[in-house]
């Protein structure tokens, strides 16, 4: 540095791939204003406002209570179904808001992608970190929900932060993939809806992972999203154990799956200018 100027050499990057995390660090501040957009556009000349982020798991919750509870008569595991329901649709509803949201947002970011440089991966971060702040919105109705039943939740309740963190690392692993994928292939955008749907079908949100016969059990096993969704309701009802061994075999896929679609993206992020 001199003359209070400081010298900034620029060079060929080295070979290989870097996931970059210190950029996003470095790069809060962005990803802040991203979070605060998304906010706002969401519910921007919206009569309810966030209101819709209470209507949204109340009504799936009557629905479902309506059809499976008491027409199909599903198991809910000695609690009570709307409960048990609810607290299936929370962590789902992070996962396909994050899922979805990721594999569309580079290309919906592509104006801004296209004049300035910042990590990418900030774009469907941002995302995921914007539909965090209508989960936390749902915890207090869930909480009167599950008073309303006479279900008291115990300290373990204390750990649901930690299960939306592994919901955020299943969405977003996948998420990111896609996103790489569908700034070149534009068919991924459609695919992605009818992927959730069947997704949801195979994740123990409407039913007990314990109601699938055990021969089958092993399908419901290697879905990253099960030991998740049968972890947040086992840390709010009380007598359900967790189950740590599934726990942590999800947990290990979503790492996994995280990385390699980390991987991905940082390995074809510097065409998506050119794509976009």
Same mark, same amino acid.
């Given at each position: 540095?001199?003359?209070?100027?400081?010298?900034?050499?620029?060079?060929?990057?080295?070979?290989?791939? &870097?996931?970059?995390?210190?950029?996003?660090?470095?790069?809060?501040?962005?990803?802040?204003?991203?979070?605060?957009?998304?906010?706002? =556009?969401?519910?921007?000349?919206?009569?309810?406002?966030?209101?819709?982020?209470?209507?949204?798991?109340?009504?799936?919750?009557?629905?479902?209570?309506?059809?499976?509870?008491?027409?199909?008569?599903?198991?809910?595991?000695?609690?009570?179904?709307?409960?048990?329901?609810?607290?299936?649709?929370?962590?789902?509803?992070?996962?396909?808001?994050?899922?979805?949201?990721?594999?569309? &947002?580079?290309? %919906?970011?592509?104006?801004?992608?296209?004049?300035?440089?910042?990590?990418?991966?900030? $774009?469907?971060?941002?995302?995921?970190?914007?539909?965090?702040?209508? $989960?936390? @919105?749902?915890?207090?109705?869930?909480?009167?929900?599950?008073?309303?039943?006479?279900?008291?939740?115990?300290? &373990?309740?204390?750990?649901?932060? +930690?299960?939306?963190?592994? $919901? %955020?690392?299943?969405?977003?692993?996948?998420?990111?993939?896609?996103? %790489?994928?569908?700034?070149?292939?534009?068919?991924?955008?459609?695919?992605?809806?009818?992927? +959730?749907? $069947?997704?949801?079908?195979?994740?123990? +949100? @409407?039913?007990?992972?314990?109601? =699938?016969?055990?021969?089958?059990?092993?399908?419901?096993?290697?879905?990253?999203?099960?030991?998740?969704?049968?972890?947040?309701?086992?840390?709010?009802?009380?007598?359900?154990?967790?189950?740590?061994?599934?726990?942590?075999?999800?947990?290990? =896929?979503?790492?996994?799956?995280?990385?390699?679609?980390?991987?991905?993206?940082? &390995?074809?992020?510097?065409?998506?200018?050119?794509?976009?």
């Amino acid at each position: 540095m001199a003359d209070g100027f400081q010298e900034i050499v620029i060079g060929p990057r080295r070979p290989g791939v &870097s996931l970059g995390l210190s950029d996003v660090f470095r790069y809060r501040e962005l990803l802040f204003f991203l979070v605060w957009r998304d906010l706002k =556009v969401r519910y921007k000349q919206s009569l309810l406002g966030v209101g819709w982020v209470l209507l949204r798991p109340l009504i799936s919750m009557t629905i479902f209570s309506a059809v499976f509870g008491r027409l199909a008569r599903l198991p809910s595991e000695g609690a009570p179904y709307p409960v048990f329901v609810l607290l299936g649709l929370i962590p789902w509803g992070y996962f396909s808001g994050t899922f979805s949201g990721s594999t569309g &947002s580079i290309v %919906a970011g592509g104006n801004l992608i296209s004049k300035v440089y910042f990590p990418r991966v900030i $774009v469907p971060l941002g995302g995921s970190l914007s539909n965090l702040v209508d $989960v936390l @919105i749902t915890m207090p109705m869930l909480m009167m929900v599950m008073l309303y039943y006479g279900v008291i939740p115990g300290a &373990s309740a204390l750990l649901a932060p +930690v299960m939306l963190v592994f $919901v %955020a690392v299943t969405a977003l692993g996948p998420g990111l993939m896609l996103s %790489a994928l569908n700034v070149k292939y534009r068919d991924v955008g459609h695919l992605v809806p009818f992927f +959730v749907q $069947v997704w949801m079908y195979v994740t123990p +949100v @409407i039913y007990p992972a314990s109601f =699938v016969p055990e021969r089958y059990r092993w399908m419901l096993y290697i879905n990253p999203m099960t030991g998740v969704v049968e972890a947040f309701r086992a840390a709010f009802l009380p007598g359900k154990p967790l189950d740590a061994g599934l726990l942590a075999v999800s947990a290990a =896929v979503s790492l996994v799956m995280f990385l390699l679609g980390l991987y991905y993206f940082k &390995s074809v992020e510097r065409t998506f200018a050119d794509n976009i």
